[in-house]
């Protein structure tokens, strides 16, 4: 097991050598990427995939988990993956080439699955890095949001979302509005994570039918902004729709000062 001589090394080192044993092992077993294998210990420690389960794999470039899903949903079952880069052909997986947040991109998802409901959403969606650690984490979390958002309405009641999140400001918001979906929502950090100090992954399964009383019609992004604003992080007045469409979601946390920013 490629984990298993670097687990206890809390150091740099440490987990650069580890991630070399997954990324050695990737090679040799045929997937494409190291990442796989945190799907595979996501799906040995909770089961998420079932046998003739429809998946939605978000962030699939170039491909690694939608393998892993395909593995697992066996003949019967379908998988679709979705990413702003396209990938080369996996047997049994449909690939869709765009934004997820996209309205054009999702109604492409919606026509693959020609009336199916999923039953499990997987999510390695990770932003481009800008180095800007709090940044790049507001520009993840709303990215997560999108996909709950998007995925909640086309799941069957029981259904399992598992996405990958970056630790910070609005994560536990994030894990509370998760909670009005899904009956259990739990944090996993797989030993094949590199990065386990900032990246761990939100395994929601049971989906319910209907998202928890007191949450009205909030989408999760508006439950995890209206948290953010009252610790006191805002979308300033008028900004955050230009933002929005610049593409620069993550600059929507800024700290008010005076209180009376909205
Ligand atoms: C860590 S990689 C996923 C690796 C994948 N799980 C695998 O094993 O092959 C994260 C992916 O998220 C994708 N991504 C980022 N923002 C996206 C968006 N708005 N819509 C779709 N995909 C996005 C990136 O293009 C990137 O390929």
Redesign the pocket.
């Known amino acids: 097991m490629p984990g298993g001589a670097g687990r206890t090394m809390s150091n740099r080192r440490g987990s650069t050598n580890r991630s070399d044993a997954w990324q050695r092992e990737a090679r040799n077993t045929g997937y494409?990427?190291r990442?796989?294998f945190k799907l595979k210990q996501i799906q040995e420690r909770f089961g998420v995939i079932r046998r003739g389960d429809t998946v939605l794999d978000?962030?699939?470039?170039?491909?690694?988990?939608s393998q892993v899903a395909v593995e697992e949903v066996g003949e019967d079952g379908a998988v679709i993956g979705?990413?702003?880069?396209g990938c080369a052909p996996v047997d049994g997986c449909t690939f869709v080439v765009g934004?997820?947040?996209d309205e054009g991109t999702q109604q492409r998802i919606r026509d693959a699955l020609e009336g199916d409901i999923l039953r499990v959403v997987v999510s390695?969606?990770?932003?481009g890095l800008t180095g800007q650690y709090e940044m790049d984490q507001a520009i993840s979390t709303d990215?997560v949001c999108s996909v709950f958002d998007f995925a909640y309405p086309l799941m069957g009641s029981g259904g399992v979302l598992v996405t990958k999140v970056f630790q910070g400001r609005g994560i536990e918001a994030l894990i509370s509005a998760a909670n009005t979906r899904f009956s259990t929502v739990q944090r996993f950090s797989p030993d094949a994570s590199r990065n386990s100090s900032s990246e761990t992954y939100l395994v929601c399964r049971n989906r319910k039918e209907k998202p928890s009383k007191g949450t009205g019609t909030m989408s999760v992004q508006e439950l995890v902004n209206r948290s953010l604003a009252d610790d006191g992080f805002v979308i300033p007045a008028g900004e955050s729709d230009e933002r929005r469409e610049a593409g620069r979601v993550g600059f929507r946390l800024v700290k008010s000062t005076s209180g009376d920013d909205e």
């Open positions: 494409r990427t990442s796989a978000v962030g699939c470039h170039p491909g690694g988990w979705v990413d702003l880069k934004d997820i947040t390695d969606i990770s932003p990215l």
